[in-house]
């Protein structure tokens, strides 16, 4: 049985989320969104917040672990959230060995899904686009099922390509960038695949100056990848409940394996060796360890998202979950029975990403795809402003 989240209570109107618009590398294909109302007048972007009348927009993204939801209002700076939604649904469950999606697998989806579906309809929402990730583009009958999902549930889920969901997420995070880096690594580890994207603000900043910095333009993709492992993928392939430190060092060989290529055709290594470069990871794997390396006994976003870790930081919380049995990765507060076969595979899966790239720090984003399609739909229709970005001090 699926475990509900913190995330299936509602957000409170007060609380606030900003993000960008799309950063599109060369050749990705624009948004394409489901529409259950009537798209608003275009106003050149001074109608977020009242003027539009208050339109909700919705994202919805189904991954291999996860099935989230975020409604949004268009604000002052950016958009606020007013709702969301989150459930382990574990979608791609198997698909690694048997390549298709289990009966068991698709019923616990379409039961999460239709909570969506409730809560858009509820919600009146403007715009919405629902997409779908790594196990519906893998399973031989991912397509099949998102068919099912249109018939009984009503919502129709477009299955993204690696490079859109790789540029929607940099959209969604990019306001935690710290634009006195040189180079910034943007990955996302996900259920069935993990998207790594190098951005190259140096040019940016000599392309167009320290004042149009300020004014928020935006940093320049250097190259990205979507590597064919994420944490179920590589959890199944090496186990997930008891992994000893052999084990993890042969999920780390593992991917090291995978990111190798990318590293040999690009040389971002000694690009970085060369300049000021900062990590930005968006995924649950590195909110578990910010959670964890704060000490929390429940998890806390305000808390988690745009916080600072180096990477002894990082370390550390790694190999004392290694340490740890099953059970007591399943007694800690920030991971849960749901995630605790999981946790070491993402966490070996970072291993790799740090190893191939030393670092100093990484910065912590409990946001990414959703936010980028939000602020992408919210910008198609004139009513996204990005505002000040907001500058958050790193500790010490």
């Known amino acids: 049985m699926s475990q509900v989240t913190d995330d299936e209570r509602p957000i409170a109107q007060t609380s606030q989320s900003t993000a960008t618009p799309t950063i599109l590398p060369p050749g990705a294909k624009p948004a394409v969104e489901t529409r259950r109302s009537q798209r608003p007048a275009q106003d050149g972007g001074h109608g977020a917040g ?42 791609g ?172 055709l690009h040389g971002f290594r000694a690009r970085a060796a060369q300049g000021k470069v900062h990590l930005l990871g968006t995924s649950g794997t590195v909110t578990t360890v910010a959670g964890i390396h704060l000490g929390l006994n429940r998890y806390d976003r305000a808390r988690v998202d745009g916080c600072w870790l180096e990477i002894d930081e990082i370390r550390k919380v790694t190999y004392a979950l290694l340490a740890h049995s099953y059970e007591e990765r399943v007694a800690e507060p920030c991971i849960g029975r749901e995630r605790a076969d999981l946790v070491l595979a993402g966490c070996a899966i970072l291993e790799a990403i740090l190893r191939m790239w030393p670092a100093d720090r990484l910065r912590v984003a409990d946001r990414g795809l959703r936010e980028g399609i939000l602020a992408t739909l919210m910008s198609e229709d004139g009513v996204y402003r990005a505002g000040r970005r907001r500058r958050r001090q790193r500790p010490g």
Not at 152 to 180: F, M
């Open 50 to 91: 009242g003027a539009s009348g208050g339109q909700i927009y919705g994202a919805l993204d189904l991954g291999t672990n996860n099935c989230r939801l975020l409604l949004a209002r268009p604000s002052r700076r950016g958009f606020r959230v007013v709702d969301a939604f989150s459930r382990i649904i574990r979608l």
């Open 93 to 264: 469950e198997g698909v690694s060995q048997s390549g298709r999606l289990s009966d068991a697998a698709m019923r616990r989806t379409i039961d999460a899904l239709r909570i969506c579906a409730a809560k858009l309809a509820r919600a009146d929402v403007t715009r919405a686009r629902c997409v779908a990730t790594e196990a519906c583009r893998i399973a031989s009958n991912g397509r099949e099922f998102l068919r099912r999902v249109e018939r009984e549930v009503g919502l129709k889920l477009e299955v993204l390509d690696r490079e859109t969901e790789a540029s929607l997420a940099v959209s969604g995070c990019a306001s935690l960038i710290d634009h006195n880096a040189d180079h910034v690594l943007v990955f996302d580890i996900g259920g069935g695949s993990s998207e790594l994207i190098w951005l190259d603000l140096s040019e940016s900043r000599a392309d167009c100056g320290e004042a149009a910095r300020r004014l928020g333009v935006k940093p320049k993709i250097g190259a990205w990848t979507s590597l064919p492992v994420g944490v179920v993928t590589l959890a199944e392939r090496f186990g997930g409940h008891d992994v000893t430190p052999e084990v993890f060092e042969e999920m780390v060989a593992y991917v090291s394996d995978l990111v190798r290529p990318f590293e040999a």
